[in-house]
T-cell receptor, first 111, second 113 residues
């Protein structure tokens, strides 16, 4: 997980609250991804970015927004949290055709 | 619809045994098939990967077998060790600019001493 950090590590929200998850990478990688991991469902892609200033939807984008204002940062926002968004969120970064490097994850609970 | 199907969901193997995890896919647009290993509380990490023009790749105790005609690939862990206990995910990557990965649902491996 070297080079990709996520903030915060844990968070508990109440339904309807908002928050932003931060992913930062120091590897100068072009591509960045946000996934959620749920038991029995593997990792599912929420949003991704192919470069600074660009974002695109993944498999499960509803209820989330993202921004990539700086190359090294990729932010994931929840405008109005719902219990269905309780999950572990992983950020990943990749350069070219290389492997995706994952961060350590953020465990989010929405009550 | 699960684009990459992985089995079994969980696996218990004795130390020294062989662990086998299987995956199947449908989309012929996939051009790269990695396996990730994840320990509790950590992010997934690339373990080994294969391209569809190769039928087998071996790295130490880990081997990927790939059957392009059957659209199946599998991970074999030889001489399994307690330290191999983790969750394993297969994945498939779309070619092109986005290079998105589609993951299987994961296999929880427990290697008993």
């Amino acid at each position: 997980n070297a080079g990709v950090t996520q903030t915060p590590k844990f968070r508990v929200l109440k339904t309807g609250q908002s928050m932003t998850l931060l992913c930062a990478q120091d590897m100068n990688h072009e591509y960045m991804y946000w996934y959620r991991q749920d038991p029995g469902m593997g990792l599912r892609l929420i949003h991704y970015s192919v470069g600074e200033g660009t974002t695109a939807k993944g498999e499960v984008p509803d209820g989330y927004n993202v921004s990539r204002l700086k190359k090294q940062n990729f932010l994931l926002g929840l405008e109005s949290a719902a219990p269905s968004q309780t999950s572990v969120y992983f950020c990943a970064a990749r350069m070219g055709q290389g492997e995706q490097y994952f961060g350590p994850g953020t465990r989010l609970t929405v009550t | 619809q699960q684009q990459v199907k992985q089995s079994p969901q969980s696996l218990i193997v004795q130390k020294g045994g062989i662990s086998i995890i299987n995956c199947a896919y449908e989309n012929t647009a996939f051009d790269y098939f990695p396996w990730y290993q994840q320990f509790p509380g950590k992010g997934p990490a690339l373990l080994i990967a294969i391209r569809p023009d190769v039928s087998e790749k071996k790295e130490g105790r880990f081997t990927i077998s790939f059957n392009k005609s059957a659209k199946q690939f599998s991970l074999h862990i030889m001489d399994s060790q307690p330290g191999d206990s983790a969750t394993y995910f297969c994945a498939a990557r779309y070619g092109g600019a986005t290079n998105k990965l589609i993951f299987g649902t994961g296999t929880l491996l427990a290697v008993q001493p």
